[in-house]
């Protein structure tokens, strides 16, 4: 197992979208990467190769996240804090590299998703006077159904 170490020169860019108008790109330095044995099918290299990937990013720490952002990132993304740092685990590919790749890509849409705002509340409305008449209808014509299937009463006892 490998000591945890810094993303060398690999920036975390994450595409714009809503909520980020021109993208973000997180600083190889606020990243940190550790790598492990992988699990699974692999070949000879099984048990020589660290190739599972941990991705690790503080969002509190983050020098590209203003407040609001910050604040609605660690909200949003409480199912993957350990510790108040963002933990992505990649170990579905055979090669470190594909799965730095998965890591670093499933941090970047998980940011995106994160920090887009809010959909707008839904606004109720009343149901239509026609809607209301069709449902009743509907309704009665079902009952009606219904209540032919019923056994015939006999009359008198």
Do not use: C
């Amino acid at each position: 197992m490998h000591p945890p170490q810094d993303a060398a020169g690999l920036d975390l860019v994450v595409p714009p979208g809503p909520g980020l108008r021109s993208g973000l790109v997180v600083p190889a330095g606020e990243l940190v990467e550790r790598f492990t044995r992988a699990g699974g099918p692999g070949g000879q290299g099984v048990n020589t190769t660290d190739s599972r990937v941990e991705l690790w990013w503080d969002p509190g720490a983050s020098s590209v996240l203003d407040d609001a952002q910050r604040e609605r990132a660690t909200a949003a993304l409480t199912a993957y804090l350990v510790g108040g740092r963002v933990r992505i685990v990649a170990a579905e590919h055979r090669s470190q590299r594909r799965n730095r790749r998965a890591a670093r890509d499933r941090l970047a849409e998980l940011l995106r998703e994160a920090l887009a705002p809010p959909p707008p509340p839904r606004r109720r409305t009343r149901p239509t006077r026609g809607s209301q008449r069709r449902r009743l209808e509907s309704k009665r014509q079902r009952s009606d159904l219904k209540a032919g299937r019923a056994r015939p009463r006999s009359e008198g006892g």
